[in-house]
């Protein structure tokens, strides 16, 4: 069929044409939303779930629920290494500036913006950004130095000056787990905060399955104040409906026994499914897929995973850190407990210890429970045993 009709979207982050599946999750977000601006307390969320799952597409569609929903919206990717005050303080400057403009919000978003300046002062590299900030800072307002104290009086100024223009603010940080712990210790107190307040102020966050657990080793009250949605493989009839409904969309139609195919090949998981059909298209002459191009398909896809998904992860790793995720995908699909890992390496527990530490900090796997791990990225165990197995 056509490529340039073509359906579907295989990119990281990128939003399906269907997003199937998730509508339990829209709707949670879309009632924090409204019972923010409403001035009532509004639950945070945590999207939680393995590489490929959809989060990214996830947090997208909440974007665009937030701003439906009277919301200013700031958007942050948390880099490895970079501080949380850092990434923050061009977002809040931006919605203080857009809440300037509304006459009854004007006051309180120079306020604002005061307090911003105040926070900019104590981060060194802040300080020219916070001298381009034409107003006085406030003194006593975010400027101890310690980002527990100051980053719940700079949300407390937007939630201020948001309210009295009868808007809310949403924050959205994708990749939550590379935040240093003290820095997701004051994201939650400044959360916490806001909830005691009824200011509307909404964060949606979205991470690998550890950050529940590293939420609760910084702030033991972090388990009660978000909900923590697990964004995993869709169901069966939702995946039909994700391959079915973008094929219908551009006038043409697939059989039954090739959707079950494709959902059953790739488990359901939404970036399998996005790229399987994405070669499902692109192989079938149409106007109708049939089971042989669902195959034909699936050869490709693999083939095209092989080489880039999967390759892409593999070549960051060491030979011993590639030892190491051979043992585990050897053992057949996960969970893994360590102790097995160490016994098909010949090792013992203790000498592993800085090469597991290595493979998660690159998120290749994580800590899925006391001494078991398992990888970050869905299928990867059959893509290791593939590549050991050589060409069909």
Known sequence: MDPFANPFTPGAGTTPPELAGRQDVLDSARVSLRRAVAGKNARHMMLLGLRGTGKTALLNA???????????????????????????????????????????????AAQGLGVLKSLASTVKKLSAFGASIEV??????????????????????????????GKGWTLLIDEVQYLERADLSALIVALHRMNQVQAPVVFVGAGLPQVARLAGDAKSYAERLFAYPEIGALDPDAARLAIRKPIEYEGASIGAAALDAI????????????????????????????????????????????????????????????????????????????????????????????????????????????????????????????QRAGPA
């Not at 948390?78 to 923050?88: D, I, N, Q």
Request: net charge negative; no cysteine.
């Open 263 to 386: 959902a059953k090949g790739t488990q359901g998981y939404p970036f399998y499914l996005q790229a399987w059909g994405s070669e499902v298209w692109d192989q079938a002459e149409g106007p109708s897929v049939d089971m042989s191009d669902a195959l034909n398909a699936q050869r490709r896809a693999l083939e095209a995973l092989d080489d880039g998904f999967f390759k892409v992860r593999t070549d960051r790793l060491t030979p011993t850190e590639m030892a190491f995720v051979r043992a585990m995908a050897d053992l057949g699909d996960g969970p893994y407990p360590i102790a097995e890992v160490a016994a098909a390496l010949g090792k013992s527990l203790g000498s592993l210890g800085p090469t597991r530490a290595n493979i998660i900090a690159k998120g290749m796997i994580y800590s899925s429970g006391h001494g078991v791990l398992d990888f970050t990225v869905p299928l990867f165990a059959d893509h290791l045993r593939r």
């Open 136 to 165: 006085d800072a406030v003194p006593g307002e975010a400027d101890s130095g310690d980002l527990e104290n100051d980053l719940p009086d700079a949300f407390a100024a937007v939630g201020r000056a948001a309210a009295a223009a």
């Open 62 to 108: 909440i974007e665009r629920v937030a701003l439906e929903e009277r919301h200013l919206v700031t958007r942050l990717e948390a880099p490895e290494g970079k501080p949380l005050a850092e990434m923050l303080a061009t977002g809040i400057r931006e919605v203080l500036l857009s809440l300037s403009t509304v006459e009854a919000a004007k006051d309180l």
